[in-house]
């Protein structure tokens, strides 16, 4: 039998930063991952490179019952941290677009760099480590595929559903339910979205079209291209809106094809014009997109022949593209887990379950969920901090 003071479950970023932050304050500290590879949420992602932070984040940023959960632990270590610590390691890195910060070489600097922590600080590392139960008295006990380990204080880190393919699972979730806390419900986040059967004909034929939008669900937007898949939409925007979707049943959002322009404008500015709409709108929009909107015959129709009211309802065509969505792509392509442990069962300063001392979630796992573009990294760092110094 094996005792330390901080057993991990989960080495991802969460759990690595955790790791550190305890092994730092002279914790005997035991990270256990269920597969053979550390940090691999991060080595995949933004395209190898790692969208690591992003400067803006903040409370408003982030999806949860308790939107003020998260500020504690993103006051306490921020995206400046996180560069700060980066760039000691000579790591160098670029922003993208809005605020998204990405390394110039590969996101395998970044695993290294928490590994590297990590072994300073004397962190046990055990890959290929099943834990079969968990349960608690005086200390917690774990019986592992690698025997049995005792610990004072256990931190959950093991991640959401989604990207089951590179070893997703409920682990997290069934040890709260273990421990009677409370699960918010969880569901696909930064996913693709799936068009209504009677629509999909058309997006099959618009497959591969990218292109600028303001996508509308309600009284939320995002700015940023979509993607035409042969399934419905992808693409930065629609992975942002689909983390707002009460549910991905008959559901609708709306399309503004052309966010900078105000066609009701300039075909009433442009009423003499012999151009068609759909002549108009190819020096605006990719020809094939055109093509397949314009289906009624007032797109080909000369400008100044067309009724203000014809105009009009080109202009809405655009502006106002109602999607019917009925499903997502699933876990299987979705970024991240919207819901998860309720964060009321939190202590928002230092991740510490209220009923059940020294018991920590972190990470995804929590009911907290990012926007794209380097938030959710960001709420693994500052959420693993705050467990990592305090357990």
């Known amino acids: 039998m094996t005792h330390v003071d901080v057993v991990i479950i989960g080495a991802g970023a969460a759990g690595l ?25 991060i080595r995949i992602s933004g395209g190898g490179r790692c969208n690591f932070t992003n400067i803006g984040a ?23 941290d996180f560069i700060t610590l980066i760039e000691s390691y000579n790591i160098t890195y670029h922003e993208k677009t809005l605020g998204q910060l990405f390394c110039d070489g590969s996101s395998k600097q970044i695993v290294s760099m928490l590994l590297d922590l990590c072994h300073q600080h004397n962190v046990t590392i055990k890959t290929n480590c099943r834990v079969n139960t968990v349960s608690k008295g005086e200390h917690f006990q774990l019986i592992t595929s690698d025997g049995i380990i005792t610990s004072t204080a256990l ?13 997703a699972s409920d682990f997290g979730y069934r040890i709260a339910q273990q421990f009677s806390i409370t699960i918010v419900p969880t569901r696909p986040a930064l996913v693709p979205l799936v068009v209504a059967e009677s629509h999909r004909s058309l997006f099959t034929q618009l497959s591969g079209v990218s292109t600028p939008s303001t996508t509308h669900y309600k009284k939320t937007h995002f700015a940023e291209n979509i993607l035409f898949t042969h399934k419905g939409l992808s693409g930065p925007a629609i992975l942002q809106i689909s983390s707002y979707l009460e549910s991905f049943q008959n559901q609708e959002i709306r399309l503004n094809l052309l966010p ?5 404008h300039i075909f009433t500015t442009d009423k003499n014009s012999k151009k068609t709409p759909t002549n108009y709108l190819k020096n605006h929009l990719t020809n094939r997109l055109v093509d397949h909107l314009a289906i009624s ?34 876990y299987q ?55 990592g110094n305090n357990c």
């Open 17 to 41: 930063m955790a790791a550190w932050c305890a092994g730092k304050r002279g914790k005997r500290v035991l990270l256990i991952e269920h597969t053979s590879k550390i940090g691999e949420k």
């Open 58 to 80: 903040s409370k408003v940023n982030y999806i949860s019952q308790n939107p003020h959960f998260c500020v504690s632990a993103l006051s306490n270590y921020t995206p400046k």
């Open 155 to 167: 931190i959950i880190a093991s991640g959401g559903l989604s990207i089951p393919q590179i070893g």
């Open 260 to 264: 900078t322009m105000d066609l009701k």
């Open 297 to 330: 015959d007032d797109f080909h129709t000369s400008i100044t022949d067309l009724k203000k009211e014809r105009l009009f309802k080109i202009a809405d065509t655009i502006h106002q593209f109602t999607v019917p969505i009925n499903g997502s792509e699933g």
């Open 333 to 387: 392509k979705a970024e991240v887990t919207a819901g998860g442990v309720d964060t009321n069962e939190l202590s928002s300063k230092t991740m510490m379950c209220k009923k059940v001392p020294n018991l920590y979630f972190i990470g995804e796992v929590v009911d907290v969920t990012g926007w794209l573009g380097g938030y959710n990294f960001q709420w693994a760092w500052s959420s693993g901090y705050a467990a």
